[in-house]
């Protein structure tokens, strides 16, 4: 029987130009577009070619212009580490934007110009990326929680003319001051910015470099508001990098028609959002899932956006998500499942919950790794509220596939986020770039051309953007999932098949970890992986050959290594545990048996696989893992 879901499905991929081209109406245009999709450069697909518009404002101007939605809240920013609660109507929020985009342009700033933005989860850090697209200046925001290292990478990269930054993060109890960060990054790049806004918070002052750096405070007070200038649909709106399978992170690129029009449209058809819901995305505006789900397709809705600065423990206690979903009667919430599973940790019965009236909440939506069935479960039964899995990716910019609640609501299947969302034409295929026939593991692939919104190219090299998603399955993206879909079109999402690991749902590069523990003078050669864990889902473990002859303590070496990726990733990486063994396992053409290590560590049945050069080292490896708390998989006989 047909529903809504499949009618606009097949609408999407048989007609593509003319779905868009309609859902495109409901955006802001100054020109109208052109071409609705432009093949000629394929296989870089643009969407919208000829339109001009500008996406901040479809973010503000709009609703206050023409839907007379000024008075509406646009942000609410709620900080329980600050306890602060700060809220924004769509005219207020519009003023500030514009007043930063005119400091912004009194630093010089203009379209094309890109601008960094390094900051924790303050109105400010969705101000500076609003101003930046109200200029046509291209943003990229930066995670809090990387080292100087990458953040000097990325302004190699971006070589941005302005970077905006705060005097410090605060992460739960603890105040991480952002300036020594920000001014050893710029010390390590080649490229200099040319000037630096700071705003200062009351928890810690910034030293302010003269001649370089300026308050935000003071850079507002002197500020002319800047209206929105025109730019084309094709024009980058942010780059935002991400891991790739080296050090070198990969710079994605959106550009402003095609994302203004697929966001606006998933408020609905996902995740069943009105412009007079309140939406909470608890992410980080240095993720895809802030900029997409905090900032941008909340706002394009005209809905009210939560703006979180918060843990989902600690920050005070494992109620808190409660209490910020009935204080601002939140109707529809987005997390990555490594959240509650902290908050089922510490309030397994989830008593906490009964203290708050949660009768706004409608649905719980989860991305950014696999959303385990315990976790699920959990939720549902304690909510009483349908949990939905969805599966993207910060090059997709928004979700492939998806229980699309704004379309037709789906049977949930525990580990499946459902089917392909309109424009999504999902495909498993083997290495002989064949489809595989129904339940088949395979490479999920999307054939081309990809969907507005998703990433046209990488920032200034299209040549990387082909070779690392487009030609090893020619005529589709590879996403580096590996999967299935079942007889109903459901898809299985289930590992990656690139060196990529999730935790706690922020996206790390073993390749890149590996780059910095190979660097250790006394280390020889390494592997890093990333292992099951109960609340972050994977965390990395490194192994280390020591160089012939150190005769140094090895706990010293691990410390340093551990300390290592702590100062050149970052935190975040979440890189605390490293063993020293003699040898790495390896077939006998020299690759490493990362899959028989991962099976160790992970305390499942393992074969000895034929082609292993010397059998005895994985008993050592086992006893390397026993050492650091993991394993006890059992070799099948
Ligand atoms: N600035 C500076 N440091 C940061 C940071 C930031 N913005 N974000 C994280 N860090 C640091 C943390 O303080 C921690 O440091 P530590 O090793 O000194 O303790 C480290 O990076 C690892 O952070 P995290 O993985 O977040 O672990 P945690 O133990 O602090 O918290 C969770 C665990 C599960 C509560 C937390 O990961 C969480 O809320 N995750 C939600 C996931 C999410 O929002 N994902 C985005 C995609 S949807
Ligand atoms: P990121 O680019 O950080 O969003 O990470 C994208 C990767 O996270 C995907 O390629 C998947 O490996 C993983 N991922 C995201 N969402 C899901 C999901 N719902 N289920 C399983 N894995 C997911």
């Known amino acids: 029987m047909s529903n809504r879901y499949d009618a606009v499905y097949r609408q999407s991929i048989n007609d593509p130009e003319g779905f868009w081209g309609e859902v495109a109406e409901d955006c802001h245009w100054f020109k109208k577009w052109d071409k609705v999709l432009d093949t000629s450069q394929a296989p870089i697909y643009r969407w919208f070619t000829g339109g001009e518009l500008n996406t901040c404002y479809n973010a503000l101007d709009f609703h206050v212009d023409h839907r007379g939605r000024g008075d509406r809240l646009a942000l609410i920013y709620d900080s329980p580490v600050t306890q602060t609660i700060k809220k924004y109507t769509y ?47 291209i943003h990229s925001v930066v995670f809090g929680g990387f080292a100087a290292k990458e953040l000097a990478t990325r302004i190699d990269d971006a070589m941005p003319k302005v970077i905006v930054s705060a005097s410090c993060g605060i992460e739960g109890q603890r105040v991480i001051a952002y300036k020594p960060l920000l001014d050893e990054a710029i010390e390590i790049a080649s490229e200099k910015p040319e000037a630096c806004i700071i705003f200062q ?29 025109t730019v084309a649909a094709t024009d980058p709106l ?41 939406w909470w995305a608890a992410s980080d505006v240095g993720w895809v899932v802030g900029h997409s789900y905090i900032v941008y397709a909340p706002l394009f809705k005209g809905c009210t956006s939560v703006l979180f ?26 997390t990555a499942p490594t959240a509650y599973r902290a908050i089922r940790r510490e309030d397994p019965e989830a008593k906490l919950i009964k203290n708050y ?66 424009g999504w034409d999902v495909r498993v295929l083997n290495p002989e770039n064949e489809e595989l026939p129904t339940g088949e593991i395979g490479a999920l692939s999307v054939k081309l051309p990809l969907p507005p919104g998703s990433l046209p190219t990488l920032w200034q090299n299209d040549q990387r953007y082909i070779e690392a ?53 006394d280390v020889a050669e390494c592997a890093v992986l990333g292992v099951e864990d ?6 990395p473990v490194g192994f280390l050959v020591l160089n012939a002859g150190v005769t140094r303590d090895t706990n010293e070496i691990i410390q340093e290594a551990v300390a290592q990726i702590r100062e050149q990733i970052g935190p975040v990486a979440a890189f605390k545990m490293a063993t020293v063994v003699k040898r790495l396992p390896k077939t006998r053409s020299g690759k490493i048996l990362r899959g028989t290590i ?18 005895t080292i994985l008993d050592e490896i086992k006893t390397a893992l026993e050492g650091i708390g993991l394993a006890g998989a059992r070799k099948e006989s």
């Open 534 to 539: 109960s609340l972050k889902g994977q965390v």
């Open 598 to 615: 991962q099976k160790i560590a992970d305390k499942k049945q393992f074969k000895t696989p034929a082609t292993i050069d010397d059998p």
């Open 309 to 334: 600065e918060g843990k989902p423990v600690g920050t005070p206690d494992a109620g808190v998500f409660w209490r910020v979903i009935s204080e601002h009667k939140v109707k529809c919430m987005f």
């Open 91 to 137: 005219a207020e929020l519009r003023d500030e934007v514009a007043r930063f985009a005119g400091a912004l342009a009194g630093k010089g700033v203009t379209k094309g110009d890109r601008v960094i933005i390094y900051m924790p989860m303050i109105p400010e850090a969705v101000i500076a990326m609003l101003a930046c697209a109200r200029i046509g200046a």
């Open 238 to 278: 942010y780059i935002l990098y991400t891991s790739g399978t080296t050090g070198q992170p990969k710079g994605v690129v959106r550009d402003n028609g095609g994302h203004a029009v697929a966001l606006k449209w998933t408020m609905k058809a996902i995740y069943d959002i009105d412009e007079d819901d309140v």
């Open 201 to 229: 918070r009351p928890q810690v002052e910034a030293p302010l470099t003269p001649g370089r750096d300026t308050s935000w405070q003071e850079a507002i007070t002197s500020a002319t508001p800047a209206d929105c200038v």
């Open 357 to 422: 009236d949660l009768s706004n909440f409608k649905i719980l939506f989860m991305a950014g790794e696999r959303l385990d069935p315990a976790t699920i479960q959990w939720s549902e039964n304690n909510l009483g509220v349908p949990v939905i899995d969805h599966w993207w990716q910060t090059e997709t910019g928004w979700a492939i596939a998806a229980n699309c609640m704004g379309l037709h609501p789906f049977p949930v299947k525990y580990g499946s986020p459902t089917k392909a969302v309109p």
């Open 469 to 521: 998603y487009l030609s090893e399955y020619p005529g589709y993206y590879k996403t580096a999932d590996a999967g299935m879909i079942d007889e109903e079109g459901y898809i299985y999402v289930m590992s990656r098949t690139d060196d990529i690991i999730n935790v706690a749902g922020h996206r790390l590069s073993t390749g890149a970890m590996e780059e910095v523990l190979a660097a250790h003078p």
